[in-house]
């Protein structure tokens, strides 16, 4: 079955940057379409970027565009989100997702998730 291991999470000042990674194992990885998610403490899982399978199409929820980056390398079989500009508000766990059929952009119906890589800004 597919797996997905995410790491680069950290603690990070207000206006700072990170980048997470996400190495996808099992099944061919440019096969599918990827995202990223986050879940804060208390709140619903909520979508953040997504990437189709061949890295041409890219979606943002509004929080997050401009700030941040999803990219994939499909040689390496692992899929990126740079985080810049990063507040306070963006402090959650963040999971990477794999789907066969459809861009990831909500989280119901999602095939596969991560463990997900906590990322924590300070002010």
């Known amino acids: 079955q597919v797996q997905l291991v995410e790491s680069g999470g950290g603690l990070v000042q207000a206006g700072g940057s990170l980048r997470l990674s996400c190495v996808f194992s099992g099944r061919t990885f440019s096969a599918y379409d990827m995202g990223w998610f986050r879940q804060a403490p208390g709140k619903e899982r909520e979508f953040v970027a997504a990437?189709?399978?061949?890295?041409?199409?890219?979606y943002y929820s509004d929080s997050v565009k401009g700030r941040f980056t999803i990219s994939r390398d499909n040689a390496k079989n692992t899929l990126y989100l740079q985080l810049n500009s990063l507040k306070p508000e963006d402090t959650a766990v963040y999971y990477c997702?794999?789907?066969?059929?459809?861009?990831?952009?909500?989280?119901?119906?999602?095939?596969?998730w991560g463990k997900g890589t906590p990322v924590t800004v300070s002010s």
């Open positions: 997702a794999a789907d066969r059929m459809v861009v990831p952009r909500e989280t119901d119906g999602v095939d596969y």
């Open positions: 990437i189709s399978w061949s890295g041409g199409t890219t």
